[in-house]
C-alpha cells in the first residue's frame, strides 16, 4: 500500500496532538482530523487550541494547512483515507450492564459503522483509543460484514502519552505499540504503519506484538502507574501517624533500581481521564472472566485513591474546630496535575465537592483550568468564586489548601499570603510539595500529606 492520507476521528487530547506529531515529522503524508463537535474543531482552528499542552501551540502553527488538517467528518475525507486513527472517547459506562465499570463503547462503534459506509479499496483502521481487550475483533466484524471487494486491516497501537508532558512523550517515545493479526496481510499493514512512526523512533523502540497483548498492555501500564501512586498514598497515614515523612521514604524505596524512583509522589491521589476508567475496565474484564479476585484487587487501587481524597477533607475539616460552614478556604489548583488545563476526574471535583457539602465558601485558583472548573462545579449547591491570582484567592481565608502542585505555587510569597488570611491561617499542602518547617515558622498551621502536622499551641 502507498501510504499518502491519514484520517484521524476523534480531535480529542489524543488525536489533534498525536496527529500534529506525525504531520511535523511526516511532511510528505496529508493528515485529517475529523471530529463531530464541530466546536471543537473551530477551536483547533482558531489561535486558541482546545488543549493547553506545552509546545503543541509550535507544532500546530507549524503544520496547519499544510499538511495538517482539521474538519467535520465526511464521506470524502474517510473515503480518501489509507489509514484511519480512531481516537474517540471511552469513558466508563453510565447506564445498563457494567454500569460504572466497563467501558461505552458507543463512540468507538459508530466510528466503526462510518468507516463501513464510505471506506474504500484497502483501508487500515488504528485503534488509538484505550479499549477492553479483544474490541479489534469485534471491529473487524463489524467491518468485514460487507460482501465487496474491499479490505479492512485493525490494528492496535494504544497511545502512552501524558499530559503536560504529552509533546515530549510522543516526540520521543520510550515504546511504540502495534498490535497485529499473525497474517501476512495483518503484518504487512503493521510494517506501513511502524513505517510511519520510524521517520522519528528508532526502530527497536517499535514493538509489534499480537492484538491482544496490545489492547491489555495499555490497561496494565495504566493500572500498575496507578498502583504504585495508591501504593504510596496507603503509606501517608501511617508516616502522619508515626513522624515519619513519606518524601523521605518515597526517595529512599526509590533509590532500589528494582523499585526505581518514578510515580512514588504521595498526593490527593490520582486524577485525569484514564487512571479510574481504565483500571475499572481491568477489574471488569478480570470479572467477566470469572476472576473476581484479580478483580477485586486492581479496584482496590481506585478504593485507596477515594480513601485518599476523602482523609484529606476530613483533616481540613477537623483542623477547622470541625466546622467550615460559612468558612472561606481558597483552593490553590484545580488541574488534575500541573502544566495542563484538563480537569477530568481531577481529585480537586471531589475535594470540592465534599467541602460544599460541609458547607464551606469556595474559591478556586488554578492558572489554566477555571473554564473547565467552572463547568466542573456548575450546579452544585453553595458559594464557589473563581479567581485566577492566587493572592487574591487567599484574601480573607481561613485556609488555603494547595491540591495541584503548580510550580507557581511553590515559589509563591507565603508572607505576603498569611499577612492577608483570617487568623488562625491554615495551610494543607495537598501535594507535599511546600517547605513545612519554613511556613510554620511564618506563623501558619501546616497539614501535610505523608508527615504530621506543625501546629501552633
Ligand atoms: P477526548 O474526549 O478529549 O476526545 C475524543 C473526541 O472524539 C471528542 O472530541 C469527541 O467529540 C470525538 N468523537 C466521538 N465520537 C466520534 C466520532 N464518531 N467521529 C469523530 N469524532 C468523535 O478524549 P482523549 O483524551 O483524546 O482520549 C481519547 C482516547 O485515548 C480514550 O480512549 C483515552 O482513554 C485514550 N488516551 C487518552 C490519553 C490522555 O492523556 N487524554 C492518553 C492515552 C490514551
Ligand atoms: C497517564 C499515564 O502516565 C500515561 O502513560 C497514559 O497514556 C495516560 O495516563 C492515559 O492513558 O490517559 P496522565 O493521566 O496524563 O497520564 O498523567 P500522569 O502523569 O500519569 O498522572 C496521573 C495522576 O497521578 C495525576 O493526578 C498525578 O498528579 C498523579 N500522580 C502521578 C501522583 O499523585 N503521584 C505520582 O507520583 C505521579
Known amino acids: 500500500m502507498q501510504l499518502k492520507n491519514i484520517l484521524c476521528m476523534g480531535a480529542g487530547y489524543v488525536g489533534g496532538s498525536t496527529m500534529a506529531v506525525i504531520a511535523d515529522k511526516c511532511p510528505h503524508l496529508r493528515i485529517h482530523v475529523a471530529d463531530i463537535n464541530l466546536d471543537r474543531i473551530a477551536q483547533w482552528n482558531s489561535e486558541r487550541l482546545p488543549v493547553y499542552e506545552p509546545g503543541l501551540d509550535d507544532v500546530v502553527r507549524r503544520t496547519r494547512g499544510r499538511n495538517l488538517f482539521f474538519g467535520e467528518l465526511s464521506p470524502q475525507v474517510i473515503a480518501e483515507a489509507d489509514v484511519i486513527f480512531v481516537s474517540v472517547n471511552t469513558p466508563t459506562k453510565t447506564y445498563g450492564q457494567g454500569a460504572g465499570m466497563a467501558p461505552d463503547l458507543q463512540y468507538w462503534e459508530l466510528s466503526a459503522r462510518e468507516i463501513l459506509a464510505h471506506a474504500t479499496g484497502e483501508t487500515i483502521v488504528v485503534e488509538k483509543s484505550t479499549v477492553p481487550v479483544r474490541t479489534a475483533e469485534a471491529i473487524a466484524r463489524i467491518l468485514n460484514t460487507g460482501n465487496d471487494e474491499r479490505r479492512f486491516y485493525i490494528l492496535s497501537n494504544p497511545e502512552f502519552l501524558a499530559e503536560g508532558t504529552a509533546m515530549h512523550d510522543l516526540e520521543e517515545p520510550d515504546r511504540v505499540l502495534i498490535g497485529a493479526e499473525p497474517t501476512p496481510e495483518g503484518q504487512r499493514a503493521a510494517e506501513v504503519l511502524a513505517e510511519v512512526y520510524s521517520h522519528w523512533v528508532p526502530r527497536e523502540r517499535i514493538l509489534l506484538t499480537s492484538v491482544w497483548s496490545?489492547?491489555?498492555?495499555?490497561?496494565?501500564?495504566?493500572?500498575?502507574?496507578?498502583?504504585?501512586?495508591?501504593?504510596?498514598?496507603?503509606?501517608?497515614?501511617?508516616?502522619?501517624?508515626?513522624?515519619?515523612?513519606?518524601?523521605?521514604?518515597?526517595?529512599?524505596?526509590?533509590?532500589?533500581?528494582?523499585?526505581?524512583?518514578?510515580?512514588?509522589?504521595?498526593?490527593?491521589?490520582?486524577?485525569?481521564?484514564?487512571?479510574?476508567?481504565?483500571?475499572?475496565?481491568?477489574?471488569?474484564?478480570?470479572?467477566?472472566?470469572?476472576?473476581?479476585?484479580?478483580?477485586?484487587?486492581?479496584?482496590?487501587?481506585?478504593?485507596?485513591?477515594?480513601?485518599?481524597?476523602?482523609?484529606?477533607?476530613?483533616?481540613?475539616?477537623?483542623?477547622?474546630?470541625?466546622?467550615?460552614?460559612?468558612?472561606?478556604?481558597?483552593?490553590?489548583?484545580?488541574?488534575?496535575?500541573?502544566?495542563?488545563?484538563?480537569?477530568?476526574?481531577?481529585?480537586?471535583?471531589?475535594?470540592?465537592?465534599?467541602?460544599?457539602?460541609?458547607?464551606?465558601?469556595?474559591?478556586?485558583?488554578?492558572?489554566?483550568?477555571?473554564?473547565?472548573?467552572?463547568?466542573?462545579?456548575?450546579?452544585?449547591?453553595?458559594?464557589?468564586?473563581?479567581?485566577?491570582?492566587?493572592?487574591?484567592?487567599?484574601e480573607g481565608a481561613h485556609a488555603a489548601i494547595l491540591i495541584t502542585h503548580w510550580p507557581e505555587y511553590i515559589d509563591l510569597d507565603y508572607r505576603k499570603i498569611y499577612s492577608v488570611m483570617v487568623r488562625p491561617s491554615f495551610i494543607f499542602d495537598g501535594r507535599s510539595c511546600l517547605d513545612h518547617p519554613a511556613l510554620f515558622e511564618l506563623g501558619f498551621n501546616v497539614y501535610p500529606i505523608g508527615s504530621p502536622p506543625l501546629v501552633h499551641d
Request: aromatic share 8%; net charge negative; hydrophobic share 45%.
Open 214 to 394: 496490545s489492547e491489555l498492555s495499555k490497561l496494565v501500564a495504566n493500572a500498575m502507574l496507578a498502583q504504585r501512586v495508591s501504593s504510596i498514598n496507603a503509606i501517608t497515614a501511617l508516616c502522619e501517624n508515626t513522624g515519619a515523612d513519606v518524601r523521605e521514604i518515597s526517595r529512599a524505596v526509590g533509590m532500589d533500581p528494582r523499585i526505581g524512583p518514578r510515580f512514588l509522589e504521595a498526593g490527593v491521589g490520582f486524577g485525569g481521564s484514564c487512571f479510574r476508567k481504565d483500571i475499572l475496565n481491568l477489574a471488569y474484564l478480570c470479572e467477566q472472566f470469572g476472576l473476581s479476585q484479580e478483580g477485586q484487587y486492581w479496584k482496590s487501587v481506585v478504593d485507596m485513591n477515594d480513601r485518599q481524597i476523602s482523609r484529606f477533607v476530613r483533616a481540613v475539616v477537623e483542623s477547622q474546630f470541625n466546622t467550615v460552614a460559612g468558612k472561606k478556604l481558597a483552593l490553590l489548583g484545580f488541574a488534575f496535575k500541573p502544566h495542563t488545563n484538563d480537569t477530568r476526574d481531577s481529585p480537586a471535583i471531589r475535594i470540592a465537592t465534599q467541602l460544599l457539602a460541609e458547607r464551606a465558601h469556595l474559591v478556586i485558583s488554578d492558572p489554566q483550568a477555571l473554564d473547565n472548573a467552572r463547568q466542573d462545579l456548575a450546579g452544585l449547591e453553595g458559594e464557589v468564586a473563581f479567581e485566577a491570582d492566587p493572592y487574591r484567592a487567599v
